[in-house]
């Protein structure tokens, strides 16, 4: 390549040698082992993994369609593998505080067996204890506590009625109670007879009918408190019957956890509730009979009352259960709201009422992924209200509280449970663009502490062999993963070609996984349109052909308008102050150049370059940069010794929208260095790049787009032989350009001229040498710069002449 000279056609294409691939079609390709081109990443992601140091949780950022999803999720399972399944979780009534249910850890698979075992041996001690209480041994002693108590009884008012058999005072029982009348010689007429007895008789017997009285009333006010003795013995032979039933059933289960406390201490506690409350395991005859109804009736209620009823106390809420796995759990939430997050209670409507209980807790997805892997979409964590704050929250504490959203916001007040925390031992990876990762860690101060590693995957990779074979393993791999036709060697060189413009650069893959992928889906479509079993290149370019038409008619429409003169561009002729700069526009995933008409005025003035796009607002920034930056280029070139002293105004004629970037700057520099020397420039010609105040050109992107479309237009009207496209130098690595432009500059009927510095430019703009500066500051003359450089000179004397004559006129 030599600076102002046309590119080959061998410089527009770097072309993919098919002689590194040593398979015919993809079929015969293993696996890719790692992302290609992304050890940065895959190296942070293995150290983030392998790191057990709290923190250390992974950010892998890049763009979307990177193939982060699939190339994290293979390299989980294959650490998941290494890794002993997690625990399983359970939930279980806390007896002495049902709002406030425990937490159980078992081993993967035991948290089913736990409850199953629970479960039946609440089944065994529904047969059990009844008929254990039913038992001809506990009938017997428990007829003995009633004997007792009754002997006991018998003795007490024995003793009283012979007490009062010695005072001659007889104890009747009436409908309402006990009453005392005095034993006299005669039944009949006692009161008659008690008339006539003597006073001190009268006050002797009111006498002992007194203390009599309060003898059986303290009988009597007793008589509850041996009931109560009765029901205490009672019970507590229930109790001990109940407790030795449990004992023989519970030996088995006791033996099987016997290794795991928590569990241990809960059977212990479960035990001694059943003991307690050993009346749930007696049926009740009309609950027996209702359940009976049912039975009949054809209703599906499962266990009787009282089954149900111990089931819902006793019963275990398996919360997590990871039986049947063989490695670390890998959750990929996909919604990742609050509950979904954390876990939540349910509550169910009864009575009008909303209530609760342990059975209800449900796990979230730090649960399921408790001893192994959480992957989130930080996009979809920061919109749901709370998430991050709960997320933030689990990690910093290193357990999960299960708490209702609502409790949080204070929007509800309905009586809830606190389940016992469970502790959390997980690693998160969160996979976002860039934009999330750096706002986080500018704005999060939390964010640091718990995302220690940050995987950046890589927008672009290096086009070498290597990575080109690995690609092509990428591509077998969702080949065969979508049941799709293999592709053949020359199709995956093609794919290889377009990926590479795609990423617009000839040394470089693009990292779009999904983009390629696309495309192969695409062909795999034509591939048996045509009937063919392999892919082949002309399917991979039909692929790429449909793709183009389908989102192309913004640019066709332009082209057509470009073509009936209703946006003005020449593609022949010369014209002073006006060149063809080139523009790129993206809509969606489809971006196109079109070339735009640059047009310079220059008068004599105060020194200021005017663009016409900032002052009303249409500019950006950068673009205004551009501008500005030819002021003092200028200056420094042409005129160091005297004030610039010219008017200029730039514009982006027929522009209706905003425009930025300094791609520009090279054609705004050269229309403004044409209308100073009052030299045309030829129209066949177009130009992109962005200058510095040293006259140096600067690559910009999208090259390949600019150059077809001007390519577009000018083949379109007819190709003359003198059209082309000034691009800067280096971007020439970077051209990967369509076949019909390649074939159109091999046959010399377009050309592509790469540049360094402006005075290239000129020379091929205007077909006059630009002129090297010489020593004492000064151009050749009949060169550009000279002529520019007079001009500005003339508009220097022009401007002192001007300020001359209005000092003279001021003192005249």
Known sequence: MKPGEPLTAAELYRHCDQSIFSFRSTDELNEADNAPGQERAVEAIHFGLESEIDGFNLFVLGSPGTGRHHFVREILERNAASRPPADDWCYVNNFSNPQKPFALRLPAGLGNSFKKDIEQLMEDAHSAIPAALESEDFQTKQQAIEEEFKERQAEAFKEIRAHAAARKIAILETPTGFTFTPQLEHEEGQEAEFDRLPEQRKKQIQQDIEELSLELRRFLQSTPKRM??????????????????????????????Q?????????????????????????????????????????????????????????VNVLIDHDGEKAAPIVFEDHPTFSNLIGRVEHQARMGLLTTDFHMIRGGALHRANGGYLVLDIRKVLMQPLSWEGLKQALKSG???????????????????????????????????????????????????????????????????????????????????DNLKPLDRSAVARLLEENARHAGDAEKLSAQVRHASDIVREAHYWAGRNGKALIG???????????????????????????????????????????NGLSVLQIGEFAFGRPSRISARVSLGDGKVVDIEREVELGGPIHSKGVLILSGFLVSHYLPERPLSLRASLVFEQSYGGVDGDSASAAELCALL????????????????????????????????KIEGFFDVCARRGLTGEQGVVIPASNVKHLMLRRDVIDAVEKRRFHVYPVTEIDQCLALLTGLPAGPRT?????????????????????ARKREAFGNRGKTEQNT
């Open 228 to 257: 109560n003795e009765v029901r205490r013995k009672s019970r507590e032979l229930e109790w001990e019957v109940a407790r030795l039933t449990l004992a023989g059933l519970m030996d088995e289960i006791l033996e099987k956890y």
């Open 259 to 315: 290794g795991f406390d928590e569990v241990m201490a809960y059977l212990a506690r479960l035990q001694t509730d059943i003991v307690e409350q050993v009346e749930l395991f007696r049926p009740a005859p009309d609950q027996q009979n209702q359940f009976l109804k049912r039975l009949l009736e054809g209703q599906t209620q499962e266990g009787s009352p009282q089954q149900m009823a111990v089931m819902q106390r006793y019963g």
């Open 399 to 481: 357990e999960i509280r299960i708490r209702s959203l609502g409790e949080d916001l204070s929007l509800i007040s309905t009586v809830s449970l606190d389940p016992e925390p469970i502790p959390l031992r997980v690693k998160v990876v969160l996979l976002g663009e860039r934009i999330f990762y750096y706002l986080l860690q500018a704005h999060d101060p939390e964010f640091p502490e718990l995302f220690k590693v940050a995987a950046d995957f890589a927008d672009e990779i290096d086009r070498n062999d290597h990575n080109c074979r690995q690609f092509a393993q990428l591509i077998a791999e969702f080949v065969r993963s």
């Open 537 to 579: 290149a002309d399917e991979i370019q039909a692929a790429i052909d449909a793709r183009i038409r389908r989102v192309s008619r913004i640019r066709d429409r332009m082209q057509e308008e470009i073509l009936r003169d209703t946006i003005l561009i020449e593609t022949e002729g010369a014209r002073s102050g006006q060149v």
């Open 674 to 705: 044409s209308a100073l020397a009052e030299i045309p420039i030829r129209q066949g010609l177009a130009i992109t790049g962005s200058v510095n105040q040293f006259g140096q050109i600067q690559p910009i992107g999208g090259v390949n787009e």
């Open 775 to 795: 020593v004492d500051g000064a151009f050749p003359e009949g060169s550009v710069n000279h002529r520019v450089r007079e001009r500005l000179i003339d508009f």
